[in-house]
């Protein structure tokens, strides 16, 4: 039992850091300008069209410069930010965008078994429609996670999210 009281205090714990340092929190700096309240909120493109979930759909990626050509070869092509994005995409380099979320690797997650039980993307990303630059804001530590659980009615066995054989 002294294992179970161990994790609940982590758990405790962690969502206190987390509630003290999301007060606090400031969209990072990223390589591009880019809007998801313009993007997801008043154009209405889904997340999946920027951020899609390759087979088997474990993972979401995150857009290549080129998918961002496919409207702003066009549209915006005189901007500065939207010349910046054509130079990466014409020389085929990643952006380096400075990722919000991270699970961390012991933890088993899969953005396709939370799509498929009916989550949506704001339940852990938060409301990305309107926000023009995007902080973490979710709490997505393992208190976090097993709360959602709770409330969802999902499992919280440990082996539900944790590879017991690493």
């Not at 997801?40 to 080129?66: N, R, Y």
């Not at 078994?113 to 009916?118: A, E, V």
Request: proline residues 7%; contains cysteine.
């Amino acid at each position: 039992m002294i294992g179970g009281r161990a994790i609940l205090l982590v758990c405790a714990l962690t969502q206190i850091v987390f509630a003290q340092n999301q007060a606090a929190k400031e969209p990072p700096a990223q390589p591009l300008p880019f809007s998801h309240k313009l993007h997801a909120g008043a154009l209405k493109v889904p997340c999946k069209m920027c951020h899609p979930g390759p087979d088997p759909g474990e993972v979401m990626t995150l857009p290549e410069a080129s998918k961002c050509m496919e409207c702003h070869s066009a549209i915006k092509k005189d901007s500065p930010a939207i010349q910046k994005l054509a130079a990466y995409a014409n020389t085929n380099r990643e952006i380096d965008w400075v990722r919000i979320y991270q699970i961390p690797t012991y933890v088993i997650f899969s953005h396709k078994t939370h799509l498929d039980s009916g989550a949506k993307c704001q339940d852990c990303h938060g409301p990305v429609a309107e926000r023009e630059r995007l902080f973490r804001e979710t709490d997505i530590s393992m208190g976090g996670c097993m709360a959602c659980h709770r409330a969802k009615n999902a499992s919280i066995d440990c082996t539900t999210c944790h590879d017991q054989l690493r």
